[in-house]
């Protein structure tokens, strides 16, 4: 990376210090002409953030999509799995998390994945109300490896911490909207990730308390065959 890119990354996130453990930084434009930035997370091999995956049009775009499909008018329900046939939007989504990876020259996700047809077959979207997150956890076997989490709305610390006990430390990493991380390899099987938003006190990031607000987060995962 150039000096002149550099400093334009600054101008855009701020100071690398604000993330101590992401390295390998590249630039590309995809879709409506956004230039995204991918970032290796440098504890946890295989896991690859997006922060400004997403523009915000993009963001209001895919907010009112999801909430037409019907899926959250009763309080109750907070969330919608699909499994097979996705809705178009979630297709695009696919299809967009695909051309960024091949737009840039980092191992975001192995070669082998990339020629899986289709990438992703089964969808989660979950919605968070103010002090609700997930426990932690490796997601189940019956799926294949490359997970995609896209969030929106209100910001989030998902803390990532070894599956086993004594590996090592647990490493916090912020998912602002519009971001988009990418789990493979030991980043998806050998690492638990979840989000604490307690009901009382909020999650801090950068010594500064994280508003909360309502969230949603969309999970694109491959089923292995049955």
Request: net charge negative; charged share 25%; hydrophobic share 40%.
């Amino acid at each position: 990376m150039d000096d002149e890119e550099e400093e334009r990354l600054k101008a855009a996130f701020g100071d690398s210090s604000d993330d101590e453990h992401l390295v390998d930084r590249e630039t590309s434009v995809v879709g409506d002409s956004t230039t995204v930035v991918w970032e290796r997370v440098e504890k946890i091999n295989g896991l690859w953030l997006c922060r400004n995956f997403l523009s915000v049009h993009h963001q209001s775009h895919l907010l009112s999509a999801i909430l037409n499909e019907g899926w959250f008018v009763e309080e109750s329900i907070n969330q919608a799995m699909r499994f097979g046939d996705l809705p178009s939007w979630a297709t695009e989504l696919s299809d967009l998390i695909l051309e960024s990876v091949e737009s840039v020259d980092l191992p975001v996700l192995p070669a082998d994945l990339l020629w899986r047809e289709p990438l992703f077959d089964q969808l989660i979207v979950n919605l968070y109300q103010p002090g609700e997150g997930i426990c932690a956890h490796v997601d189940l076997l019956r799926f294949k490896d490359g997970i995609a989490i896209v969030s929106l709305e209100s910001p989030c610390v998902m803390r990532f911490s070894p599956a086993e006990q004594g590996e090592g430390e647990g490493v916090d990493v912020l998912l602002s909207p519009g971001s988009l991380i990418l789990m493979s390899g030991e980043a998806r099987y050998r690492w638990k990730h979840e989000i604490n938003r307690k009901q009382i006190g909020f999650q801090v990031w950068d010594g500064e308390e994280i508003d909360q607000k309502r969230r949603i987060s969309i999970t694109l995962r491959k089923l292995c065959p049955s």
